[in-house]
């Protein structure tokens, strides 16, 4: 069967096997890419503007 892929590809799994091993492959490339995201926020953007944000979400509430 065929399956959509990040970018919008399809692909055809050629086992039964390597369908399950792109699910955890998958699982895995996305757990890396949101630590590695979430350090790159914290570095170029929550850290250089703290006092900034901290004002801002005390003055926005909900």
């Known amino acids: 069967m065929p399956t959509l892929r990040l970018g919008n590809t399809i692909s055809q799994p050629e086992s039964p096997g ?4 792109q699910i955890v492959y998958d699982r895995e490339e996305r757990s890396r890419l ?6 790159f926020t914290e570095e170029h953007f929550i850290k250089p ?5 901290a004002q801002w979400s005390a003055s926005n509430t909900l």
């Open 49 to 53: 503007y703290q006092n900034i944000l």
């Open 18 to 21: 390597s369908f399950i091993d």
């Open 34 to 39: 949101a630590i590695e995201q979430g350090k």
